[in-house]
């Protein structure tokens, strides 16, 4: 079946500007992740859905980053007056049930440039 | 906070050699779980193998196998008869046994040569 798919691939904006990044988790697969990875980095968590609802929002830097996933399948990361060190790859992960030791299927990723 | 050190930013093998890739965490958790992911240049997280912590036994999936040292708070990666399609990076992972989210390493750039 289809895995995580995400788009766009690669968005380029300005400072300051608004960027919406979606993703659409693999079918019936209830957990949800986002994961930022800077240049060099290992990916850094951001969020993790269960269903609609944030389970665990511990990892989003500061207000301007927010992500919704109103009907519990695709998921928007949305980041508001972007500013260069928001320049990574965010990747969306997604698997069956969430919890631990369960594997999570990634996304290929949004690589978000800003200028 | 749990971190993960990778201290091998690159590591090269030649084919059919065998290989081993290093990662030490710190936790004072008790029921954790350990993951390493490969990351071709497609960007795309591929899982490659994952060890409980409670399980003595290392974990062991065709080629690939660890060497889990819970004492030392080590997990290396050891990679036998490595196949150009081998390189990649590699991510160490932490994952706590209560939450749901993984904390990764650094990474390793593994380069396999003829």
């Known amino acids: 079946g289809a895995g995580v798919s995400q788009t766009p691939s690669n968005k380029v904006t300005e400072k300051g500007k608004y960027v919406e990044l979606r993703c659409d988790p693999i079918?019936?697969?209830?957990?949800l992740y986002w994961y930022r990875q800077s240049l060099g980095q290992g990916p850094e968590f951001l969020i993790y859905?269960?269903?609609?609802?944030?389970?665990?929002d511990s990892g989003l830097p500061n207000d301007r980053f927010f992500a919704v996933r109103p009907e519990g399948s695709v998921s928007t990361l949305k980041i508001q007056r972007t500013e260069r060190g928001d320049s990574a790859v965010y990747l969306c992960a997604s698997n069956p049930s969430g919890g631990p030791y369960n594997e999570q299927f990634f996304g290929p990723g949004t690589r978000l440039t800003v200028l | 906070a749990q971190t993960v050190t990778q201290s091998q930013p690159e590591m090269s093998v030649q084919e059919a050699e065998t290989v081993t890739l290093s990662c030490t965490y710190d936790t004072s958790e008790s029921d954790y779980y350990l993951f390493w992911y490969k990351q071709p240049p497609s960007r795309q997280m591929i899982l490659v193998i994952r060890q409980e912590a409670y399980k003595q036994q290392n974990a062991t999936e065709n080629r690939f196998s660890v060497n889990f040292q819970k004492a030392a708070k080590s997990f290396s990666l050891k990679i036998s008869d490595s196949q150009l399609g081998d390189a990649a990076m590699y991510f160490c992972?932490?994952?706590?046994?209560?939450?749901?989210?993984?904390?990764f390493g650094t990474g390793t750039r593994l380069q396999v040569t003829l």
């Open positions: 859905f269960q269903g609609t609802g944030a389970a665990d």
């Open positions: 079918s019936g697969h209830t957990a």
């Open positions: 992972a932490y994952q706590t046994g209560t939450a749901s989210k993984l904390t």
